[in-house]
């Protein structure tokens, strides 16, 4: 009791004459000493947490800081070739049988002597073992197949046209909810075997288990049949190397441009005398001077409004809107497209101001068919005072060029134009790459 008055009288007493020291005998009071509060009565209590980062300690809080701002900036895709990247996705079936094969040759743990505790050992481990061998490759999927917002803005139009508006996403959603799912009834089939308490409850349960994710599996399994199919579909498509020079050639459909494709390039597209025999974005090759430069084959463009366009007009739009590229624009004034030459001036003149920035030439197809007097379809407005149409209608664009591929006229001259093109593109390329070098070393 006088210990702890003593104590009490200390801490009231003035500061000047109070300090309190630790010796073994108990607190003693020393008159003439200053005394300073020790720190349990500070109230500037450290509040920081540390972690040890790479043999450094780092507060808490900065780390947490630095995984946020990896969140909100993922990897970016840089250029193209996205599509070759993509996993190989086995058929559902085959995933299937082969996680059976493997779960059903788990054995139980080694030194188990109790016949009821080595078959729930064994039911639980075989569980386990099937709903990993499943999850696993559905994991790998959903985490490799790219995300499409982080894609280059020409492999982002190639899956929403060529699979539709949110199917890409949607496929991947679902293969992903399929493996939470999986798991979850692993887990818990897995759970229940563990629990049983003889040999024939756990054998029972190991049995109704692997049949109750099998069954979850197939009913929603055709999901990794079409993440299969858009896996394929997607590396079919054609490799553009944004570095190479590419010519476009566009233009109304069955006006000839897989016939100049197939005279120019490598590229051999289908020929027929039909709209639209271009189904996708067909891609071409030229070797000039011991150089590489690439051609693309689009589907035709009618006359309507971009918000009318089908999808296979609108890959066309995609490639030169992404693409680089410069632009080989085929006219048909002969009335064999299908196109009057009228509607393909109306389009003409909306590609040529939409995408004006594009290197570009004119060419007139079919010369071998030209009339002297200009093609006039039953409903063309014959209007005298329009002298661009009228013009249009008998020659084409100013300064386009007349070629036939089954006559060979004026093919030479093409392929001479065409080259000159696509090393002015080989030019611009280079300066381009330069500026942005030299722009990066100034940063």
């Given amino acids: 009791m006088s210990r702890a008055c003593s104590l009490f009288q200390l801490w009231h007493s003035p500061p000047d004459t109070r300090l309190l020291l630790s010796i073994t005998k108990g607190p003693y009071l020393i008159p003439s000493a200053r005394s300073y509060p020790g720190l349990c009565f500070c109230k500037g209590l450290q509040t920081s947490t540390y972690e040890v980062v790479k043999g450094s300690y780092v507060p808490t809080s900065q780390i947490k800081q630095e995984s946020k701002t990896e969140e909100k900036s993922p990897e970016i895709l840089e250029g193209v070739g996205a599509f070759q990247k993509l ?3 086995m058929p559902s079936v085959d995933i299937l049988y082969s996680a059976l094969r493997k779960a059903k040759k788990v054995a139980p743990t080694k030194g188990i ?3 009821a505790k080595r078959e729930r050992n064994r039911g639980a481990k075989q569980l386990d073992a099937l709903m990993k061998e499943i999850a696993v490759p559905l994991r790998t999927y959903s985490e490799n197949f790219p995300n499409k917002k982080y894609l280059h803005p020409y492999e982002r139009s190639l899956i929403e046209l060529t699979l539709g508006d949110g199917n890409y996403e949607q496929v991947l959603g679902k293969v992903d909810a399929l493996r939470k799912k999986v798991v979850s009834v692993g887990k818990e089939h897995a ?5 049983s308490t003889s040999k024939k409850e756990a054998e029972t349960r190991l049995s109704e288990g692997l049949k109750k994710v099998e069954e979850t599996y197939i009913r929603q399994g055709k999901y990794v049949d079409d993440l299969l199919h858009i896996a394929k579909t997607l590396r079919a498509m054609p490799v553009v ?4 020079p590419t010519l476009c050639l566009v233009g109304a459909p069955n006006v000839g441009k897989s016939s100049l494709v197939r005279i120019l390039s490598t590229g051999k597209p289908e020929v027929c005398n039909y709209p639209f025999t271009t189904r996708g974005i067909l891609m071409g090759h030229i070797i000039l001077n011991h150089e590489t430069f690439q051609v693309t084959d689009t589907p035709g463009l009618l006359k309507r409004c971009d918000e009318d366009r089908n999808n296979l007009e609108k890959l066309t739009l995609a490639v030169l809107s992404h693409l680089p590229t410069a632009v080989l624009y ?8 299908g196109t ?4 393909q001036f109306v389009i003409y003149n909306e590609i040529k101001e939409k995408f004006g920035d594009h290197l570009w030439l004119d060419v007139v197809s079919k010369c071998d068919l030209l009339q002297e007097s200009p093609v006039l379809f039953a409903t063309d407005n014959d209007d005298d005072n329009d002298l661009d149409l009228a013009r249009y209608r008998k020659l084409g664009p100013e300064g386009a060029l007349h070629v036939s591929v089954k006559n060979e006229v004026g093919l030479p001259e093409l392929k001479r134009r065409v080259h000159e093109l696509l090393n002015t593109q080989m030019t611009r390329i280079q300066s381009l790459e330069t500026n942005q070098e030299t722009l990066q070393v100034l940063t």
Wanted: hydrophobic share 35%; charged share 20%.
């Fill in 87 to 89: 996993p190989m996705v």
């Fill in 113 to 115: 002597a109790n016949i």
């Fill in 191 to 195: 759970s229940l075997c563990a629990k």
């Fill in 241 to 244: 190397d944004l570095e190479t």
């Fill in 330 to 337: 085929v006219h048909d004034l002969s009335g064999e497209c």
């Fill in 340 to 343: 009057s030459p009228t509607d």
